[in-house]
């Protein structure tokens, strides 16, 4: 009886903690504070904590934080925690000036002053190590719908391109309005309808998927061509109208 009550009872707990504190309460971050370096017990590898994640410091770099408190821990208990941040985490790489936000599970890029002063300032900032702290944000099937701070326009952010939403079908089909995320105003300025090279994506309503590239190295503009492989991700009825159609192989690297 208690166990047919308690299995009733998870899946109500379970959205409620959703509702509160979002997927994120389920996911791999640490409860080592900001700024702390966790040190691998078997390994030896150090790992700046930054919005509960974990960014690698190459051994050329550990002076750099030689101040900071280090938290010995076995490398498997390190390897479980996310790479990518919470939610409002501001991140610099050392040696740069650019600041970025992190926001839905993608970095956005804080374009000035007065708009790092909306979302927090710059003591608040982690100086992440100098690695490939990029690389665990690149996921072709993500998507996210996005609005920048104090704009009207709604954008489907998929592999690094932007699509908007004009319509109420599109907008209900990624989410409805509950999904969007505000990020910075003027960081998707040079962000276009290009994805990274190798997207394969359909448009809402057509079940052809198309695969993106280059159709040689000469062409600075993306093509699209049919494809069998399965979608990255859908995007608004329209997005890709404009691209042109190559019926042959397109590609990325030479």
Aim: glycine residues 8%; hydrophobic residues 40%; contains cysteine.
């Amino acid at each position: 009886m208690r166990a047919a009550l308690l299995l009733a009872i998870l899946p109500r707990w379970f959205a409620v903690c959703l509702g509160l504190f979002g997927a994120q309460a389920f996911a791999g971050y640490t409860s080592v504070p900001d700024g702390y370096v966790l040190l691998g017990i078997e390994t030896s590898n150090r790992y700046l904590v930054a919005g509960g994640a974990r960014f690698y410091i190459p051994p050329a770099q550990h002076s750099l934080y030689s101040g900071a408190t280090l938290v010995a821990q076995p490398q498997a208990t390190i390897d479980a925690v996310t790479q990518i941040p919470m939610d409002g985490t501001l991140i610099r790489q050392k040696g740069t000036a650019e600041i970025y936000v992190v926001v839905g599970q993608a970095y956005w890029w804080i374009p000035s002053p007065t708009e790092l002063d909306y979302w927090d300032d710059w003591r608040m900032v982690n100086d992440i190590p100098n690695s490939d702290w990029r690389a665990p944000f690149i996921n072709y099937s993500y998507n996210v719908l996005v609005q920048e701070r104090s704009t009207s326009q709604i954008y489907l952010w998929v592999a690094g391109a932007k699509y908007p939403v004009t319509t109420t079908a599109d907008l209900n089909y990624f989410g409805g309005l509950s999904s969007v995320r505000v990020i910075p105003l003027g960081t998707l300025a040079s962000t276009t309808h290009e994805p990274w090279c190798g997207a394969n994506l359909r448009e809402r309503s057509d079940s052809a998927v198309y695969n993106l590239g280059y159709v040689n190295r000469s062409y600075t503009s993306m093509s699209k061509s049919v494809t069998a492989y399965p979608a990255h991700s859908a995007v608004p009825d329209g997005a890709l109208a404009s691209v042109p159609l190559f019926s042959g192989g397109l590609a990325c690297i030479w």
